[in-house]
Nanobody, 115 residues
């Protein structure tokens, strides 16, 4: 089993920054792809950023240049640094780990961008 615990969400003004963290525990290996998704009210869950394999990353067009995904394998932790936040970034952000085709999800952390 795999457990994912996110933290770091909150309320921030437009133009501000937040850093999300996701700690993975259980039967995991550092090579498993991990990433971040988000779901806004009334919308489908969408990819934000992920490690495809190793250090190769993939970003949604809407966050390129503003968000950065990083990973600390020693701590089994993946981060999402979010800068220049916009109101449209408001959503519940979920951590994802893909273990040989089996997806695991965290409980989600709310990010609200509002003045």
């Amino acid at each position: 089993q795999v457990q994912l615990v996110e933290s770091g969400g909150g309320l921030v003004q437009p133009g501000g920054s937040l850093r999300l963290s996701c700690v993975a525990s259980g039967s995991i290996r550092s090579i498993y792809p991990m990433g971040w998704y988000r779901q806004a009210p009334g919308k489908e869950r969408e990819l934000v950023a992920s490690f495809i394999w190793g250090s190769i990353t993939n970003y949604a067009d809407s966050v390129k240049g503003r968000f950065t995904i990083s990973r600390d394998n020693a701590k089994n932790t993946v981060y999402l640094q979010m800068n220049s936040l916009k109101p449209e970034d408001t959503a519940v952000y979920y951590c994802n780990l893909n273990a040989l085709g089996t997806p695991y999800w965290g409980q989600g952390t709310q990010v609200t961008v509002s003045s």
